[in-house]
């Protein structure tokens, strides 16, 4: 507890918080778990689900500044973060500005323009020249080199561990309402029961792997258990 008797975050808390990230010498916002905000600053996205977020502190969640900086606050405290280039995205870097042949992308049916995202060699850059048949693309972060301002509120601290894993679930499978899902802890064992709409989705074996590395990296269980319930209807009798 702080001296006003709010909850202090800890190293390893699973914490909710609302955030409003800004480049500083613009104020353009480039991150918000706030749907309002994220409208008027026009990086609305309609798959993004606004809600506080999810962070688990210490653990690089989030850029290196912010997370040395949740770490001084308590639950319901509002604070502007300011993150050098150190302690966000990084310097940007001259050699990772690069000429590549305009074939290289014709061959992958991608014509280059300045200011679209491309991926070369595995890597996202945004290109910036075009012309001779060459293509000039910056591979540095959008945002290598600039100050960046977190406005950050700490919404709440989630103490029991089943708690802990909805917020995993949540993290994992985007707009699920992980009250759906039952969680069985007994001893170095948890079990979680998905439910059937869940257990037929896309992807949802990705999900459950991300979901266990999560578990495994911040609990200290033995086994993480998968229950799938397929009920009998009339479609399914012979």
């Known amino acids: 507890m702080s001296e006003t008797g709010a ?21 353009k916002v480039f991150d918000t778990t706030i749907q309002e905000v994220a409208v008027k600053a026009d990086i609305f996205n309609e798959r993004e689900v606004y809600k506080p977020r999810l962070v688990v502190v210490g653990a690089g969640w989030v ?22 280039p150190e ?11 690069k000429t590549f042949s305009a074939r290289e992308f014709l061959k992958q049916n991608v014509k280059p323009r300045p200011g679209m995202t491309i991926r070369v060699k595995g890597r996202l850059a945004t290109v910036q020249k075009v012309g001779g048949g060459r293509v000039r693309v910056d591979m540095n972060h959008p945002l290598a080199g600039q100050i960046l301002e977190y406005e950050v509120t700490i919404r709440n601290i989630l103490e029991k561990d089943e708690d802990k894993i909805k917020a995993l679930i949540e993290n994992r499978i985007s707009g699920v309402d992980s009250n759906k899902f039952k969680i069985n802890i007994a001893g170095k064992s948890v079990e979680i029961s998905i439910p059937t709409e869940i257990v037929l989705a896309n992807n949802i074996q990705l999900a459950k792997i991300g979901l266990v590395s999560d578990v495994f990296s911040n609990f200290d269980f033995e086994n993480v258990k998968f229950l799938e319930t ?5 479609t399914t009798q012979s």
């Open 230 to 234: 397929f009920e009998r209807t009339t």
């Open 87 to 97: 302690k966000g995205f990084g310097e940007r870097d001259p050699k990772n500005i």
């Open 7 to 27: 909850k202090q975050v800890g190293k390893r808390n699973f914490i909710l918080v609302d955030l409003i990230g800004r480049v500083k010498s613009t104020g």
């Open 63 to 84: 850029l290196p500044g912010l997370d040395e900086a949740l770490e001084t606050m308590n639950v319901g405290e509002t604070k502007v973060v300011e993150i050098p």
